[in-house]
């Protein structure tokens, strides 16, 4: 399955030592959390600076610029969205299994990236257009898998039909992204939302019970 290119975010020359790429990691960590909390613009490189315990034109040694990190979010959690169908594809069993296990995936990556969720929820206008583009493409090419997926279980349902509950499933899902402190998600509440998703997949209702 082809990755997302990283070509658009170039590495500082702080980044090329095992604890230049530490630092890298955390200021990519703090301005996500920033770019998510205020919304891009109303961040500054000085910002994301103080947070990370640098000052703002050090972070030019490991991104050369605040639309770079923007970037280098993108890149990231795109990655992580094909390694995730990767693992799903490669599962060695039924239809539904791989459903399941799309579900679960995709409830792990809402917890752990809930920021960077909302910042590519919110901030395409801020990409250069070629990369939005890409990531555009990159998002129908998933989706187009993702439906593919769930025909194989739902052969009842028209193209339309698919396509409506693979955008309702991944809302559902990604909803919780919302919250303002994901690491305090409950394992009830992933079971909850788990149940959910599963039944809307196999029933077409999410609260009703999912079949076993």
Known sequence: MPRVANELVGLGKGAQTSRGMIRQELILKVA??????????????????????????????????????LLSIYEHLYR??????????????????????LVDLQIDLAVDEAEKIRIVTAEDRHLPPDAAERFATENRRRLRICTDLIRHVRP??????????????????????LKSDPDTVSARVREHLREMARSLVFTGDPLGASPE
């Open 156 to 177: 009842d349902l028209s193209r339309d039909e698919l396509d409506a509950t693979v955008h309702a499933l991944f809302a559902m899902i990604n909803s919780i992204s």
């Open 32 to 69: 996500a959390t920033l770019f998510s909390e205020r919304g891009y613009d109303s961040v500054s490189i000085n910002d994301i600076g103080f947070a990370a315990g640098v000052t703002g034109p050090a972070i030019y040694r490991y991104f050369p610029s605040k639309e770079a990190l």
């Open 80 to 101: 992580r969205w094909d390694d995730s169908l990767a693992a799903v594809l490669a599962v060695n069993g039924s239809a539904r299994e791989a459903v399941e296990q």
